[in-house]
């Protein structure tokens, strides 16, 4: 089946450590993003891909590090320097948002990080 | 960020009862997507709007791309009890814009 995966489902981390989240495609999308939640926001793009080798910063970049090696991942870095990493991260993907009636984003089932 | 307005925030509706809600923003968008989440989930896309003006259904929902383009609406008929959810609106502001900005989402919870 196609879809977009996430691991692990719930993450829990020191303080003061760095921990990496998984997100894998094999819709074959060009574009991956990856947003926190918080209770009572709506989603907060922290950083998105729209190619290999090439990432962009989003609103809430700051602790946080990703890279795209492979247009099917897009793992994401919480580094020691978030200062308030508790949150439900989600992964999305989605074909050349420049092409007009093919704009959909398509989400993951989500990673709940936990810091201690 | 930027947010959309999304209301109402939550609601409280009887089974069988129709729900709307809606989206509304200061900019203009060219897409409009509608989500569902469930509690530790991931969200699902419903319906996607692309042209102003246009109706689009998916069983018992169905969204409007709103004239003025800078707004949305999503009406659910006959809700049942796994209707309960968030559902959130996304707006994208132009087609080379690779940022979609999202509602802050309407709970529903339906009682049986």
């Known amino acids: 089946d196609g879809g977009i995966t996430q691991s692990p489902k719930y993450l829990f981390r020191k303080e003061g450590q760095n921990v990496t989240l998984s997100c894998e495609q094999n819709?074959?999308?060009?574009?991956m993003y990856w947003y926190r939640q918080d209770p009572g926001q709506g989603l907060r793009l922290i950083y998105y891909?729209?190619?290999?080798?090439?990432?962009q910063k989003g609103d809430i970049a700051e602790g946080y590090s990703v890279s795209r090696e492979k247009k099917e991942s897009f793992p994401l870095t919480v580094t020691s320097a978030q200062k308030n990493p508790t949150a439900f991260y989600l992964c999305?993907?989605?074909?050349?948002?420049?092409?007009?009636?093919?704009?959909?984003?398509?989400f993951g089932p989500g990673t709940r990080l936990t810091v201690l | 960020g930027q947010q959309l307005n999304q209301s109402p925030q939550s609601m409280f509706i009887q089974e069988g009862e129709d729900v709307s809600m809606n989206c509304t923003s200061s900019?203009?968008?060219?897409?409009w997507l509608w989500y569902k989440q469930d509690p530790g989930e991931g969200p699902v896309l419903l319906i996607a709007?692309?042209?102003?003006?246009e109706l689009t259904s998916n069983g018992r929902l169905t969204a409007q791309f709103g004239i003025t383009r800078k707004d949305s609406f999503l009406n659910i008929s006959a809700s049942i009890p796994s209707d309960v959810g968030i559902y959130f609106c996304?707006?994208?502001?132009?087609?080379?814009?690779?940022?979609?900005?999202f509602g802050t989402g309407t709970r529903l919870k339906v009682l049986a």
């Open positions: 999305a993907s989605s074909f050349d948002l420049g092409l007009a009636g093919d704009n959909e984003q398509f």
């Open positions: 819709l074959n999308h060009d574009a």
């Open positions: 891909s729209q190619i290999v080798n090439d990432f």
């Open positions: 900019s203009i968008f060219n897409t």
């Open positions: 709007l692309y042209k102003a003006g």
């Open positions: 996304a707006g994208q502001i132009s087609s080379r814009a690779y940022k979609y900005i």
